[in-house]
Structures are given as structure tokens and as C-alpha cells.
């Protein structure tokens, strides 16, 4: 069947291109053949390589296929496809198959080109069209159909009759951090190099394993990926701070429930010279939201807290909102001042009766004052201060003006935690109305003996409703009195 073919290839060619002879068609087929490495097989695959070259669309002569349409079992199938991944070949071991993913608008598969097969697609590149011949189905390890092209099989690179517009492109595969689900199973991504740790070892099997996680990042999130053995070896040779392109890492939920991209031997990792686009690395504060996780968010310090909880009040200009801080992260405490440019990288944003905080996850980081290009840097911290009339059930961090009308009264409360704490309330006005305002503990002893008539100016203030069903204002941890 093989020679017939052949024949049937040289006689199309000829009536194709009547300047050149049958001698001539048979020579360029033997040279393509010595470039294949000979073989009875390479003179099929030679043959379909001159009428690719030549632009001679040949009739099929075996039924068509879509990607979506192959099931295990067929014998002799036609499928075309654009090579959208070629498995890197296993360090220090004979390769006698070549991994490929394939892919057409219907889907894509994973083919398995084994010997005389590998050398039909010895030139191919991801991104090239292919149209292979004679191939055969069966079912591959990981339980899905799988295209398999043997000594039997033809392969055509980048066949005239297959619009590269028809065929999904290679960039259609990669994905935003932020989009990828644990439905991928296998994700390709452009991402940042944000965080690595050291490189841990273990036995597996007998043998030395080596794990390095790091965190990625692109302007949707961050994730976590693990970079096994060789691909640990890659990684720690590659600069924080630097770009990569990663192809066909596995996918994998942590016990968090969040996404862990999974980079071993059948995953590629290549440093990008440049970002390929301008790094958003911020989510402005008023988009966060509750449950986000590995944000980015660069803002100016208006308050600092010492409290049990050591925090910083943040704005950027679209919004404030609470940074806490544990452990040795809370020994920037120490240097910070009110207007300070805070870097946080690597944030989760939690609640405390619907409140929401950032607090650093576990390779999240502080930078203080970071060298920021100016269209990054919040603008400076104009204090805002509202009028009594305006303040409404719910606002946070309000700041306001004004005298008191009714002198303090000073009481002993017990919190939801059993501590004895000192709260006093009093009444302030200014020129638009009058608000019941309570401090708690330290604070309380600051005003407790100040007469009426005195100006007062609070900052971080939390409006709420009253025993009484009215607005009243709260003191919280980012509180502080000012005297005029």
C-alpha cells in the first residue's frame, strides 16, 4: 500500500508541475527520504513532505477526523491540528517516543510519535500545522484517548490546505493566575517569579528528591508552584523578580483549597527577557474583597496601632483599609511613620464582623518606602474630615471636628473576652449637628477630664447605631485625639 501511494503522490506532483520530470520527482523524494534517515516508511513521509513544500493539496485517503472525535481503538485515522506543546525529551535516558499536544477547534489530545514517527516531525516546532496519516488510537495512562503514529503513519508539516486561522493558536492556551481552576488539570502561564524558598530534599524511592515552592504573580493574583528534581535545579539558577513562560505544569488543589501549579519533567520553564506587558502588581483597595487571596496592594500608612494585634490603617486614595501584622512582621512597627509608602506583597484579605483586613499569607512580605515608578505611588494622604450631618450607619475612619457640649462620663464595662475596660461617652458638636461619641480604654483617660467647650479633633472613628436607635461614633484601634 505504501509504494502504491507512492506512485499516486509522484503522478499527482507530475500533473501539478509539468516542468519536472518523473526522474526529478523521485531525486527530490530521495533527498527528503535521506533527511528522514531512509527507510520504506520515509518514502511516504518524504513524498507528502515535497507536496507540502510544493503547495499540492492531496486527496485524503482515510477518513477525517476532528480532535473531539477520537476514541480508542481506530486503526487507520486522518487528523489535523496545530502542535501546541512538544514534551521535553527525559535527561540521561534513550528516547524512543516524542510527546506532542495537538489541538483543532474541537479540542485537543496528546499524541505519541514513536520511532520512525519521531523522525517525521524531527524539523516540527509548537505552532506548527500537522496532518498525520495512518495513525492509531488507544487509551493513554491518564485514562484519555491518545493518537499514536507509528512506521505506518505520514505525517504533512503545515499542509497548504489547512488555514493557520482554522486552528487554535499556541497563545490560546495560556491563562491568567486568576483563571486557572483545578478543572485544567494542566495550565500554561506568564507569570513573575515573586517569592522563592530554599530548596528542600527527601527520599523517594530510594532516591533524592529535591522540592522548591515559590510564589507566581501576574496582574490576576498569585499561586503557589512547586518545582520538582530538575526543574528545582532550573528555577534556583532564576532571579526573583524575573519573567517566565511555563508550559504544561499540572494543576492541583492544596489543602487550602487553592490552586498549586505542579512543575516536573513534563513541564518547560523558559525566562522571558522582558515582561511581556506592564505589570499591574496593585489591587487598588477599593476592589478588594473579602476572601481574595495573594493580593498586592500599595498604600500610604494614616495610622499605626499598637493594640494586641499590632496594624497599620492604609489609603491609597480609593479606599482604607487595616493591615495586620504578626510576629517578626510587626518589628516594621518600628520604623514606620504616618505617611510612610507600605509595598505589601502576597496579602489575604479577611473579615471580623464584616470587616475586612489584609493580613500577609505565608510568603507575603512588607517593603517600606519600595522604589516605585510615579504612576504607582498613592497619592499623598489628604485627612478628610466630615461634617456630623453626613455621617451615616457604617462609616469607617471618619475624622471629625469639633466641641464638646456634654462633659465625659467614665464607666466600666466587660468585653465578649472578659477583660474590664474603661469606655467613655460624651456629646461634640460642630456647625451641622451633635453626635454621641464614645472612647474606649487608653483614650477614655484622655478625655475623661476635659471640660465643655473643648475643640477636639478624632481621627478613625467608626459610626454605628446606639442603645438609643441614633448614629454614634466609636473609638477603634487606629483612633487618635488631637487638641487644637
Same mark, same amino acid.
Given at each position: 500500500?505504501?509504494?502504491?501511494?507512492?506512485?499516486?503522490?509522484?503522478?499527482?506532483?507530475?500533473?501539478?508541475?509539468?516542468?519536472?520530470?518523473?526522474?526529478?520527482?523521485?531525486?527530490?523524494?530521495?533527498?527528503?527520504?535521506?533527511?528522514?534517515?531512509?527507510?520504506?516508511?520515509?518514502?511516504?513521509?518524504?513524498?507528502?513532505?515535497?507536496?507540502?513544500?510544493?503547495?499540492?493539496?492531496?486527496?485524503?485517503?482515510?477518513?477525517?477526523?476532528?480532535?473531539?472525535?477520537?476514541?480508542?481503538?481506530?486503526?487507520?485515522?486522518?487528523?489535523?491540528?496545530?502542535?501546541?506543546?512538544?514534551?521535553?525529551?527525559?535527561?540521561?535516558?534513550?528516547?524512543?517516543?516524542?510527546?506532542?499536544?495537538?489541538?483543532?477547534?474541537?479540542?485537543?489530545?496528546?499524541?505519541?510519535?514513536?520511532?520512525?514517527?519521531?523522525?517525521?516531525?524531527?524539523?516540527?516546532?509548537?505552532?506548527?500545522? &500537522?496532518?498525520?496519516?495512518?495513525?492509531?488510537?488507544?487509551?493513554?495512562?491518564? *485514562?484519555?484517548?491518545?493518537? %499514536? @503514529?507509528? =512506521? #505506518?503513519?505520514?505525517?504533512?508539516?503545515?499542509?497548504?490546505?489547512?488555514?493557520?486561522?482554522?486552528?487554535?493558536?499556541?497563545?490560546?492556551?495560556?491563562?491568567?493566575?486568576?483563571?486557572?481552576?483545578?478543572?485544567?488539570?494542566?495550565?500554561?502561564?506568564?507569570?513573575?517569579?515573586?517569592?522563592?524558598?530554599?530548596?528542600?530534599?527527601?527520599?523517594?524511592?530510594?532516591?533524592?528528591?529535591?522540592?522548591?515552592?515559590?510564589?507566581?504573580?501576574?496582574?490576576?493574583?498569585?499561586?503557589?508552584?512547586?518545582?520538582?528534581?530538575?526543574?528545582?535545579?532550573?528555577?534556583?539558577?532564576?532571579?526573583?523578580?524575573?519573567?517566565?513562560?511555563?508550559?504544561?505544569?499540572?494543576?492541583?488543589?492544596?489543602?487550602?483549597?487553592?490552586?498549586?501549579?505542579?512543575?516536573?519533567?513534563?513541564?518547560?520553564?523558559?525566562?522571558?527577557?522582558?515582561?511581556?506587558? &506592564?505589570?499591574?502588581?496593585?489591587?487598588?483597595?477599593?476592589?478588594?474583597?473579602? *476572601?481574595?487571596?495573594?493580593? %498586592? @496592594?500599595? =498604600? #500610604?500608612?494614616?495610622?499605626?496601632?499598637?493594640?494586641?494585634?499590632?496594624?497599620?490603617?492604609?489609603?491609597?486614595?480609593?479606599?482604607?483599609?487595616?493591615?495586620?501584622?504578626?510576629?517578626?512582621?510587626?518589628?516594621?512597627?518600628?520604623?514606620?511613620?504616618?505617611?510612610?509608602?507600605?509595598?505589601?506583597?502576597?496579602?489575604?484579605?479577611?473579615?471580623?464582623?464584616?470587616?475586612?483586613?489584609?493580613?500577609?499569607?505565608?510568603?507575603?512580605?512588607?517593603?517600606?518606602?519600595?522604589?516605585?515608578?510615579?504612576?504607582?505611588?498613592?497619592?499623598?494622604?489628604?485627612?478628610?474630615?466630615?461634617?456630623?450631618?453626613?455621617?451615616?450607619?457604617?462609616?469607617?475612619?471618619?475624622?471629625?471636628?469639633?466641641?464638646?457640649?456634654?462633659?465625659?462620663?467614665?464607666?466600666?464595662?466587660?468585653?465578649?473576652?472578659?477583660?474590664?475596660?474603661?469606655?467613655?461617652?460624651?456629646?461634640?458638636?460642630?456647625?451641622?449637628?451633635?453626635?454621641?461619641?464614645?472612647?474606649?480604654?487608653?483614650?477614655?483617660?484622655?478625655?475623661?477630664?476635659?471640660?465643655?467647650?473643648?475643640?477636639?479633633?478624632?481621627?478613625?472613628?467608626?459610626?454605628?447605631?446606639?442603645?438609643?436607635?441614633?448614629?454614634?461614633?466609636?473609638?477603634?484601634?487606629?483612633?487618635?485625639?488631637?487638641?487644637?
Amino acid at each position: 500500500m505504501t509504494a502504491q501511494e507512492v506512485t499516486r503522490i509522484v503522478q499527482r506532483i507530475l500533473k501539478e508541475r509539468p516542468d519536472l520530470s518523473e526522474a526529478d520527482v523521485f531525486r527530490m523524494i530521495d533527498e527528503r527520504k535521506q533527511r528522514l534517515g531512509g527507510g520504506l516508511t520515509s518514502d511516504l513521509a518524504a513524498a507528502y513532505m515535497l507536496t507540502s513544500e510544493l503547495g499540492i493539496e492531496m486527496e485524503k485517503t482515510t477518513p477525517a477526523v476532528r480532535v473531539a472525535g477520537v476514541i480508542p481503538g481506530l486503526n487507520d485515522v486522518t487528523v489535523t491540528g496545530r502542535i501546541i506543546f512538544l514534551y521535553p525529551a527525559p535527561k540521561g535516558k534513550a528516547v524512543n517516543v516524542q510527546r506532542a499536544i495537538l489541538a483543532d477547534k474541537s479540542g485537543s489530545i496528546r499524541v505519541a510519535f514513536w520511532r520512525e514517527g519521531m523522525k517525521l516531525i524531527s524539523g516540527v516546532r509548537e505552532g506548527d500545522i &500537522v496532518r498525520i496519516h495512518h495513525a492509531y488510537t488507544r487509551l493513554g495512562l491518564d *485514562g484519555k484517548p491518545e493518537i %499514536n @503514529v507509528g =512506521g #505506518r503513519a505520514t505525517v504533512q508539516v503545515n499542509p497548504a490546505d489547512a488555514p493557520d486561522g482554522e486552528y487554535p493558536t499556541v497563545e490560546s492556551f495560556f491563562k491568567k493566575l486568576g483563571e486557572i481552576t483545578p478543572d485544567d488539570k494542566r495550565s500554561f502561564a506568564v507569570s513573575v517569579i515573586e517569592e522563592r524558598l530554599p530548596a528542600k530534599r527527601f527520599l523517594r524511592r530510594g532516591e533524592e528528591g529535591k522540592l522548591i515552592r515559590a510564589t507566581l504573580r501576574d496582574e490576576t493574583g498569585a499561586v503557589t508552584a512547586c518545582f520538582w528534581d530538575d526543574k528545582a535545579d532550573e528555577v534556583e539558577k532564576i532571579e526573583v523578580g524575573r519573567w517566565v513562560r511555563i508550559m504544561n505544569a499540572r494543576v492541583r488543589t492544596a489543602l487550602d483549597g487553592s490552586v498549586e501549579l505542579h512543575i516536573g519533567r513534563a513541564t518547560k520553564v523558559r525566562v522571558l527577557d522582558k515582561p511581556p506587558a &506592564v505589570f499591574p502588581i496593585c489591587t487598588r483597595i477599593s476592589k478588594l474583597q473579602i *476572601g481574595m487571596r495573594s493580593v %498586592n @496592594v500599595i =498604600g #500610604r500608612v494614616i495610622a499605626v496601632s499598637t493594640a494586641r494585634i499590632p496594624s497599620l490603617l492604609l489609603d491609597d486614595g480609593s479606599g482604607i483599609i487595616p493591615l495586620n501584622l504578626w510576629g517578626e512582621r510587626a518589628h516594621i512597627l518600628d520604623k514606620v511613620k504616618i505617611g510612610d509608602v507600605l509595598l505589601v506583597k502576597s496579602a489575604d484579605v479577611r473579615s471580623r464582623f464584616d470587616r475586612p483586613f489584609l493580613v500577609l499569607s505565608r510568603l507575603g512580605s512588607v517593603s517600606l518606602n519600595p522604589d516605585l515608578p510615579a504612576s504607582m505611588t498613592p497619592p499623598p494622604v489628604t485627612e478628610r474630615t466630615t461634617k456630623i450631618h453626613q455621617i451615616r450607619e457604617g462609616q469607617r475612619n471618619i475624622t471629625v471636628e469639633g466641641e464638646i457640649v456634654e462633659p465625659p462620663v467614665s464607666r466600666q464595662v466587660v468585653t465578649m473576652k472578659g477583660d474590664v475596660v474603661t469606655v467613655a461617652s460624651f456629646k461634640m458638636s460642630d456647625e451641622t449637628g451633635t453626635i454621641r461619641v464614645s472612647v474606649w480604654r487608653d483614650l477614655a483617660n484622655e478625655i475623661k477630664d476635659l471640660p465643655i467647650g473643648t475643640r477636639l479633633r478624632i481621627r478613625n472613628m467608626l459610626a454605628r447605631i446606639g442603645l438609643g436607635g441614633k448614629v454614634e461614633l466609636s473609638s477603634t484601634i487606629f483612633t487618635s485625639i488631637e487638641l487644637p
